[in-house]
T-cell receptor
Framework: AQKITQTQPGMFVQEKEAVTLDCTYDTSDQSYGLFWYKQPSSGEMIFLIYQGSYDEQNATEGRYSLNFQKARKSANLVISASQLGDSAMYFCAMTGNAGGTSYGKLTFGQGTILTVHP | NAGVMQNPRHLVRRRGQEARLRCSPMKGHSHVYWYRQLPEEGLKFMVYLQKENIIDESGMPKERFSAEFPKEGPSILRIQQVVRGDSAAYFC???????????FGPGTRLLVL
């Protein structure tokens, strides 16, 4: 079974500063994928960034980067130069390759609410 | 290039009625996933389908819930005899193949009175 843990229920950051959202995971799979999604107050789920377990370099997408530390089983999201529009709920998620038929399904953490102050 | 479409966006049902939620995946995507988000919680996997096949329904409640993805038309999540505990946001996601990034629809907010 896979498990995602997000220990920060809420985070605050000043506009234009960087912020790190924590995510740790637990899995017995050798191959897996790690994802971050943003859910603004409007409710939609927006894909932000993906990291494969065999990727040697940390993933980056614009102001988002994923700090992947495989030995520590952590996949923290770093948002640089925060903007007011970054205020939202952020979910860490993972898929696995358990050798079964459903390694595509996502397991989500509980989420972190990020508030960006002007 | 339309994204994942879900309708209706909001659905109100009385206890005992049926709810039908529709999902049209992105063009070229043949893998569909349904997730449920209860208030103040993260998303929980319900079912994974490919065209005409249910691949994994391990997250579906054993009774009253069913899903299909016919050869033609959208995927349907059907909830029979709804109860208040079914009130939640139901999200559909699609991907071109399993293991790749899933793109979510806007969700259907179901409210059971």
């Amino acid at each position: 079974a896979q498990k995602i843990t997000q220990t920060q229920p809420g985070m605050f950051v000043q506009e234009k500063e960087a912020v790190t959202l924590d995510c740790t995971y637990d899995t017995s799979d050798q191959s897996y994928g790690l994802f971050w999604y943003k859910q603004p107050s409007s409710g939609e789920m927006i894909f932000l960034i993906y990291q494969g377990s065999y990727d040697e370099q940390n993933a980056t997408e614009g102001r988002y980067s994923l700090n992947f530390q495989k030995a520590r089983k952590s996949a923290n999201l770093v948002i640089s130069a925060s903007q007011l529009g970054d205020s939202a709920m952020y979910f860490c998620a993972m898929t696995g390759n358990a050798g079964g038929t459903s390694y595509g399904k996502l397991t989500f953490g509980q989420g972190t609410i990020l508030t960006v102050h002007p | 290039n339309a994204g994942v479409m879900q309708n209706p966006r909001h659905l109100v049902r009385r206890r005992g009625q049926e709810a039908r939620l529709r999902c049209s995946p992105m063009k070229g995507h043949s893998h569909v996933y349904w997730y449920r988000q209860l208030p103040e919680e993260g998303l929980k996997f319900m079912v994974y389908l490919q065209k005409e096949n249910i691949i994994d329904e391990s997250g579906m409640p054993k009774e009253r819930f069913s899903a299909e993805f016919p050869k033609e038309g959208p995927s349907i999540l059907r909830i029979q005899q709804v109860v208040r505990g079914d009130s939640a946001a139901y999200f559909c996601a699609s991907s071109p193949q399993t293991g790749l990034s899933q793109y979510f629809g806007p969700g259907t907010r179901l409210l059971v009175l």
